[in-house]
């Protein structure tokens, strides 16, 4: 998962990416400790890039995104916000909208 550690590189990597997943941690956070993994162990099942960003270490993007709790996992397609999952994140949730993404990407590209 690559690391975004200021909020231009969150707009350039907005502007060039058309389908990824954001993950969103702060400090001394262990639910976000916890669930990471989780997470990021998705990354090689599905063709779409995930990142992860400190919402601590840049302020910006929970400011931009109306982030008021952590973890948060969003799923983006064309600059938009598909999908947030908050604080608890049903895996199995998040993999249907991960295959709805994944099905998006392939219409587009037919």
Sequence with gaps: MQE???FDEW???LDQSTQFLLYVK???CS???GLYPQVAALESEY???FYRVNATAVPEIAGQLALFTAPVVL???DKKELARFARIVPMN???KRMEELVRWGNVEND
């Design 4 to 6: 975004i550690t200021s």
């Design 11 to 13: 707009q350039e990597m």
């Design 26 to 28: 702060t400090e001394n």
């Design 31 to 33: 639910v976000c400790e």
């Design 47 to 49: 063709p779409f890039p």
């Design 75 to 77: 799923l983006f397609h």
């Design 93 to 95: 949730d998040l993999k």
